[in-house]
T-cell receptor, first 116, second 113 residues
């Protein structure tokens, strides 16, 4: 069975500093995707970044980068130069085309608070 | 602008009533999904559809029903058989099943009175 584990229920970071949100995953599939989503208090799920299991380079999207360590089955999100607007819940997720039409499997989330 | 719309944003239901949540997308995506989110938790899959006129049960389908008569529409009915329907419901779509990013709608918050 596929599983996502986020071990940090809450994190604090000072504005303009970098922060790493942890994510480990478990799957027996060879082909899968890893995602990070941001959920502000409004509730919408905002896509941040994607890493395919066969991608050799770590994904980057602006201030977001995904530290992909396949052997350790980890997919940590790094946010550089934190901003007050980054305060939100962050979810790590994975999908596989072999699993229920590519459904997303989510972790429990990490609540990030950015301090001024 | 392309995207996913969900309506209503807030919905109140009396016990014993069926209610239908709307989900529409103009992204020309084949795959659509319904997820449920309970407070402090991640999302869980209710139903998914990989193509028009076809849909499959997800992990928590009991008490829910869907239809996919048009590519752009994937409504979810919460029936009276759903024991604990109060939750936040999110609809999503992707270009093809398992095809990378899923785009989400703004969600519907359902409360049973």
């Amino acid at each position: 069975a596929q599983k996502i584990t986020q071990t940090q229920p809450g994190m604090f970071v000072q504005e303009k500093e970098a922060v790493t949100l942890d994510c480990t995953y478990d799957t027996s599939d060879q082909s899968y995707g890893l995602f990070w989503y941001k959920q502000p208090s409004s509730g919408e799920m905002i896509f941040l970044i994607y890493q395919g299991s066969y991608d050799e380079q770590n994904a980057t999207e602006g201030r977001y980068s995904l530290n992909f360590q396949k052997a350790r089955k980890s997919a940590n999100l790094v946010i550089s130069a934190s901003q007050l607007g980054d305060s939100a819940m962050y979810f790590c997720a994975m999908s596989s085309i072999y699993n229920q039409g590519g459904k997303l499997i989510f972790g429990q989330g990490t609540e990030l608070s950015v301090k001024p | 602008d392309g995207g996913i719309t969900q309506s209503p944003k807030y919905l109140f239901r009396k016990e014993g009533q069926n209610v239908t949540l709307s989900c529409e997308q103009n992204l020309n995506h084949d795959a659509m999904y319904w997820y449920r989110q309970d407070p402090g938790q991640g999302l869980r899959l209710i139903y998914y559809s990989q193509i028009v006129n076809d849909f499959q049960k997800g992990d928590i389908a009991e008490g829910y029903s869907v239809s996919r008569e048009k590519k752009e529409s994937f409504p979810l009915t919460v029936t009276s058989a759903q024991k604990n329907p109060t939750a936040f419901y999110l609809c999503a779509s992707s270009i093809v099943p398992g095809g990378g990013e899923q785009f989400f709608g703004p969600g519907t918050r359902l409360t049973v009175l």
